[in-house]
């Protein structure tokens, strides 16, 4: 799942700091890894439900038959997340951030043994919603409890963890559902395996203290100064504490000015409105090209690009989680050498490349399919799919037409060797697969059609999140923490998650419904069109925020100087805009 709270700023530097800090200082380390499981957490959901998807097809035949069952297991999880994400923020300000992580990880856990345990598609949805619960809550509040108990000079590099955690959750995913599609009950362990890494957070935290900011803003200033000796050396103790109750008292003085803002108030206030515009676009385009399709669904895409197996689909889709994890420390390398919006719109040329290749890969798949031969399916005749048997004497039917008939639904059983022979068409169920056409040393086909061009599709989804992760990927995140004025960050940062999530379950429960209604390949086109509608978004709306103040960001959105120009060098654009000041 693409979405939780990135963190931009941290360089190399940061990194060797912090390095060095955790031979020095190892409880600051600890304190960062217990919560960063958080993002381990949040990482592996995202990536488990798409292997353990094709297996729960298999053992549930009502999941199989409707597409809309398969959307509400993947997408369930991301509205609890929304609802997590909306409670968070109260528990945090109301229970602390230390409670707030310990009731994610028990949430979790509660989801993780239902889920293993289903007997049935209704209860497993349940536990999806209690999972999303937990990754709600857990995806806001583990970076704040990282960031407000770091040292302030490696915060960047620790926070980033937390990313860094996440794209590791989702690879780590893929490495356990492929060490457990030999093992009895499959999907189960899949998704039941989830629930250790929440036990031993949970563990871990109780061994660990509340957030010194927290504590302080309760008014339990001893605590929080006993804290930070632990993490500070004594010469530094007084002076963050110092820091701290200035920053409380600017914070309870912003608190009392934004309550009196009404929203309307809000919109009406030029910069943040378009700051408004700027980073809620971002957030909903960065859904809406389709990059959690991709991680919800991609050994299913690479079924629908012809590879039958199960554990082929899932070895394949390994890459794809590989890629996102290396994409996300290229964007740390380049956010603050390259900037925002150049980054912006090279990922977004390749997204759009990408995309097109994938919408002709699924063209060509579709149109080229192996034809059904009658010979082969009167060979199986008892199994004869009921629709080709009542289309006439040797109908015209290829693996497509097959895989389109719908009462009941039907499979291709066609060569092991060479795909491209004419197979037969079968009813689909679970005797089928095994006892027939498997017996037979023959591969099953219900989500693709064999294809010579299912290669291609593979370059394509690694084209795709190689040009989407370190910029699409990253960079919404760190615009909206640098866009709004601060007196409106909290509000406006928590709108723009907001339409995040939702955009993320729109996406995630209308995917497989798009592929049956228009097919793949015009799926994938209309993420291609969107993703063109995004970039010319980038180019008009979206402003250049790299190596600025707070106050020049907000006199480029009063002037709306949003440096069409994106190639330039910030030296040569400060300057134009020093110079359109002064007249």
């Not at 701290?244 to 914070?251: G, T």
């Not at 890629?323 to 380049?334: D, K, M, T």
């Not at 299912?454 to 960079?475: D, K, N, R």
């Amino acid at each position: 799942m693409e979405g939780g709270i990135h963190s931009g700023g941290a360089d190399t530097s940061a990194f060797r700091d912090c390095f060095s800090l955790a031979f020095k200082n190892p409880f600051v380390l600890r304190l960062a890894f217990s919560a960063g499981i958080g993002g381990l957490l949040f990482g592996y959901d995202t990536g488990v439900i798409s292997g353990a998807l094709l297996y729960i097809r298999d053992d549930f035949s009502s999941v199989d038959r409707k597409t809309v069952l398969q959307e509400s297991i993947v997408s369930m999880a991301v509205a609890g997340a929304i609802i997590g994400a909306a409670v968070g923020g109260w528990l945090n300000d109301k229970y602390g951030r230390r409670s707030s992580i310990l009731v994610a990880d028990f949430l979790f856990f509660v989801g993780a043994v239902l889920m293993a345990a289903a007997p049935n598609p209704s209860i497993l949805i349940l536990g999806r919603i209690f999972v999303g619960l937990g990754v709600g809550i857990a995806s806001m509040t583990s970076p704040i409890y990282i960031s407000e108990a770091s040292p302030a000079k490696i915060r960047g590099a620790l926070v980033s963890t937390n990313g860094f955690l996440i794209t590791g959750g989702q690879f780590l995913s893929y490495l356990i559902n492929l060490a457990f599609t030999k093992a009895p009950g499959t999907w189960r362990w899949m998704l039941g395996v989830a629930g250790l890494p929440a036990l031993l957070q949970f563990i871990l935290m109780l061994l660990l203290p509340e957030s010194p900011r927290w504590l302080y803003r309760k008014g339990r200033e001893d605590e929080a100064e006993a804290i930070l000796r632990r993490i500070y050396s004594p010469e530094q103790v007084s002076v963050e504490m110092q820091d701290l109750k200035e920053s409380i008292e600017k914070e309870a003085f912003e608190n009392e000015s934004s309550e009196k803002m009404s929203i309307v108030k809000l919109l009406q206030t030029t910069t943040v409105r378009r700051g408004l515009v700027a980073g809620v676009g971002l957030q909903v385009f960065q859904q809406f090209v389709g990059i959690n399709t991709v991680m919800y669904y991609s050994p299913t895409i690479v079924q629908l690009a012809g590879f039958a197996s199960n554990r082929t689909a899932l070895l394949l889709s390994l890459v794809t989680a590989g890629l996102n994890a290396f994409g996300s420390i290229v964007s740390i390398y380049f956010i603050d050498r390259t900037g925002r919006k150049k980054l912006l719109v090279i990922s977004l040329c390749g997204v759009v490349l990408s995309l097109g290749l994938l919408s002709a890969v699924f063209h060509e798949t579709a149109s080229h399919s192996p034809a059904v031969s009658a010979t082969e399916t009167s060979h199986l005749a008892p199994y004869t799919c009921p629709d080709y048997q009542s289309a006439g004497p040797s109908p015209a039917w290829n693996c497509m037409t097959c895989l389109k008939a719908a009462s009941p639904s039907c499979g291709f059983c066609g060569s092991s060797k060479d795909k491209m022979l004419p197979g037969a068409c079968l009813l689909s169920n679970n005797t089928v697969r095994d006892d027939v056409c498997h017996d037979e040393n023959r591969a099953w086909y219900t989500r693709g059609c064999p294809s010579s061009f299912g290669w291609l599709a593979l370059v394509g989804l690694s084209l795709y999140i190689l040009s989407f992760s370190p910029g699409m990927g990253t960079v919404p995140w760190i615009v909206n923490s640098e866009i709004y004025p601060l007196r409106f960050r909290g509000i406006c940062g928590g709108i723009a998650a907001t339409a995040n999530w939702i955009s993320n379950l729109i996406v995630a429960q209308s995917f497989l419904s798009l592929t049956e209604a228009i097919g793949t390949s015009w799926t994938f086109l209309l993420f291609g069109v969107i993703s063109v509608v995004a970039l010319l978004f980038v180019l008009v709306c979206v402003p250049e925020t790299k190596g600025l103040p707070i106050e020049e960001v907000e006199k480029m959105l009063e002037r709306r100087a949003l440096q069409l120009k994106f190639w330039e060098k910030r030296s040569d654009t400060l300057k134009k805009n020093l110079q359109s000041m002064k007249k």
